[in-house]
């Protein structure tokens, strides 16, 4: 991706008449995953051999092998870029094998000119590609190309940003739950295929361990439309949805349930049942509800809180809602979350309320009145996530430009840039409610299955970590 603010650099060719033999240039370039995921579907070539997460071969181990032409095409960087440089134009390429290269790999690429003709201005260069950590050469060939006759100078600039759609995040949160004893999970009404097919999918991964709570029939007609065998699984009659979510709540109470899952039922009547004074799932705090988003390009996880529960919520609440989001980001892995307050403005104005409660959320938190992660507010959006752009607003913060956790004014804020995340920015989202003694995992009928499985790993991350007294 291009990066603003970036001093551009004067970059000239070289003519064929300036090209002498022996002259030489270089460049290196990381291997990456995401290399390998965007040259596998810019050439067409889906080799499982090359993708980083599948075993092309059958011995049990991802090889993300880098595909050949890949390498052959950092040969041609060079002479676009540097030697010959712009304006270069290829007649032929051999290239000749000697080992692999691997998605980490750091490469350098290198070209000699070694014959020049004149009769038709082409230039002929040895190549090679060699791995920087070893030596070991990956591949040699010789380029033929008609060689620029004019000179050009111009100022390097960004091409347009290429983002690999790879959920990486949720992947590692998968990897971070697996070694965990599945959670037994109370599913209310799973009745039908999307709420079943994602308590079972999460069984598959041994994440959870699925209670199905429901009517027996509904049940077991949606396992028949996902050509499913729920043989092993426990199956609790409930048909009325009220009394499904009240038989759920009473499992956590007795000690055979650490979370909830919902199912095909209103939101608002698992709600009424996890919130009843007598016999429900309060914990002393608001429930509240954080999505945690893998965001394509986006280096770590960004979690969005509350865009599905609190409509309006008080300062007092939002001193819930910041709590809640620091410890379920502590449980997915980040040891001091940073949290980003947002408003319109990262100035304070009476006019504004949320800015004038995120400045109070930030005091709060300087005071230990809410613990364990950095606060600061109020920071408009742009600030909160991007460097350049809270530098460019003289903001200094540890939180300003990298904050990890977003916390909005309201639901309609919240909805908004989750959606916004999800539908334009093709993000996956996975959503939990806290506040309760337990996790609840709220699935969205839209949900894929990486964002269901992520919901579940998610909710096992932090059972483990409020078992373990964290």
Same mark, same amino acid.
């Given at each position: 991706?291009?990066?603003?603010?970036?001093?551009?650099?004067?970059?000239?060719?070289?003519?064929?008449?300036?090209?002498?033999?022996?002259?030489?240039?270089?460049?290196?370039?990381?291997?990456?995953?995401?290399?390998?995921?965007?040259?596998?579907?810019?050439?067409?070539?889906?080799?499982?051999?090359?993708?980083?997460?599948?075993?092309?071969?059958?011995?049990?181990?991802?090889?993300?092998?880098?595909? !050949?032409?890949?390498?052959?095409?950092?040969?041609?960087?060079?002479?676009?870029?540097?030697?010959?440089?712009?304006?270069?134009?290829?007649?032929?390429?051999?290239?000749?094998?000697?080992?692999?290269?691997?998605?980490?790999?750091?490469?350098?690429?290198?070209?000699?000119?070694?014959?020049?003709?004149?009769?038709?201005?082409?230039?002929?260069?040895?190549?090679?590609?060699?791995?920087?950590?070893? !030596?070991?050469?990956?591949?040699?060939?010789?380029?033929?190309?008609?060689?620029?006759?004019?000179?050009?100078?111009?100022?390097?600039?960004?091409?347009?940003?290429?983002?690999?759609?790879?959920?990486?995040?949720?992947?590692?949160?998968?990897?971070?739950?697996?070694?965990?004893?599945?959670?037994?999970?109370?599913?209310?009404?799973?009745?039908?295929?999307?709420?079943?097919?994602?308590?079972?999918?999460?069984?598959?991964?041994?994440?959870?361990?699925?209670?199905?709570?429901?009517?027996?029939?509904?049940?077991?007609?949606?396992?028949?439309?996902?050509?499913?065998?729920?043989?092993?699984?426990?199956?609790?009659?409930?048909?009325?949805?009220?009394?499904?979510?009240?038989?759920?709540?009473?499992?956590?109470?007795?000690?055979?349930?650490?979370?909830?899952?919902?199912?095909?039922?209103?939101?608002?009547?698992?709600?009424?049942?996890?919130?009843?004074?007598?016999?429900?799932?309060?914990?002393?705090?608001?429930?509240?509800?954080?999505?945690?988003?893998?965001?394509?390009?986006?280096?770590?996880?960004?979690?969005?809180?509350?865009?599905?529960?609190?409509?309006?919520?008080?300062?007092?609440?939002?001193?819930?809602?910041?709590?809640?989001?620091?410890?379920?980001?502590?449980?997915?892995?980040?040891?001091?979350?940073?949290?980003?307050?947002?408003?319109?403005?990262?100035?304070?104005?009476?006019?504004?309320?949320?800015?004038?409660?995120?400045?109070?959320?930030?005091?709060?938190?300087?005071?230990?009145?809410?613990?364990?992660?950095?606060?600061?507010?109020?920071?408009?959006?742009?600030?909160?996530?991007?460097?350049?752009?809270?530098?460019?607003?003289?903001?200094?913060?540890?939180?300003? !430009?990298?904050?990890?956790?977003?916390?909005?004014?309201?639901?309609?804020? !919240?909805?908004?840039?989750?959606?916004?995340?999800?539908?334009?920015?093709?993000?996956?989202?996975?959503?939990?409610?806290?506040?309760?003694?337990?996790?609840?995992?709220?699935?969205?009928?839209?949900?894929?299955?990486?964002?269901?499985?992520?919901?579940?790993?998610?909710?096992?991350?932090?059972?483990?970590?409020?078992?373990?007294?964290?």
């Amino acid at each position: 991706m291009g990066h603003a603010g970036c001093r551009a650099v004067k970059i000239e060719n070289r003519t064929f008449d300036e090209l002498e033999p022996g002259d030489s240039e270089m460049l290196r370039r990381l291997c990456t995953q995401d290399d390998l995921l965007a040259f596998a579907n810019i050439s067409g070539n889906h080799n499982p051999m090359h993708i980083y997460s599948a075993d092309g071969d059958g011995d049990g181990q991802p090889e993300a092998v880098a595909p !050949g032409m890949f390498v052959g095409s950092l040969v041609s960087a060079v002479l676009g870029n540097l030697l010959p440089g712009a304006g270069t134009l290829y007649r032929a390429q051999s290239l000749v094998f000697h080992n692999r290269a691997h998605a980490g790999d750091e490469l350098e690429s290198r070209v000699t000119v070694t014959e020049k003709n004149e009769r038709d201005f082409t230039v002929t260069l040895a190549a090679e590609v060699t791995r920087v950590a070893d !030596g070991a050469l990956i591949l040699s060939g010789v380029a033929e190309v008609e060689a620029p006759r004019r000179k050009i100078s111009y100022s390097s600039h960004d091409l347009p940003g290429l983002i690999v759609q790879r959920h990486r995040h949720f992947e590692k949160l998968q990897k971070l739950a697996a070694p965990l004893p599945p959670l037994v999970t109370a599913v209310i009404c799973p009745e039908e295929e999307n709420s079943l097919g994602g308590a079972l999918l999460g069984r598959q991964h041994t994440l959870i361990e699925p209670v199905l709570v429901g009517d027996p029939d509904k049940i077991a007609a949606a396992a028949k439309a996902l050509d499913q065998d729920l043989a092993g699984i426990e199956i609790i009659e409930e048909t009325n949805h009220e009394a499904a979510a009240r038989r759920a709540v009473a499992l956590v109470q007795e000690g055979r349930a650490g979370a909830l899952m919902k199912g095909h039922l209103h939101t608002d009547v698992l709600l009424r049942a996890t919130l009843d004074k007598q016999s429900g799932l309060r914990a002393g705090r608001r429930f509240t509800h954080v999505f945690v988003m893998d965001v394509p390009g986006l280096a770590h996880p960004l979690l969005v809180t509350d865009a599905a529960i609190n409509i309006a919520p008080d300062l007092r609440t939002k001193m819930d809602i910041v709590q809640n989001a620091i410890d379920l980001a502590k449980s997915i892995g980040i040891e001091v979350p940073k949290v980003g307050v947002l408003s319109a403005v990262e100035t304070v104005s009476p006019d504004i309320p949320s800015s004038v409660d995120a400045a109070l959320l930030s005091k709060m938190a300087e005071r230990g009145q809410i613990s364990g992660g950095l606060v600061d507010g109020p920071l408009a959006m742009d600030n909160a996530i991007d460097l350049a752009a809270a530098r460019t607003k003289g903001i200094k913060s540890p939180v300003a !430009g990298l904050a990890e956790v977003l916390v909005v004014p309201g639901i309609d804020a !919240g909805n908004m840039l989750a959606k916004q995340l999800t539908y334009i920015s093709h993000a996956e989202a996975a959503g939990l409610v806290l506040g309760a003694k337990v996790p609840i995992i709220l699935n969205s009928r839209s949900d894929d299955d990486e964002a269901r499985l992520a919901s579940c790993a998610v909710a096992a991350l932090h059972f483990s970590r409020q078992q373990a007294g964290g």
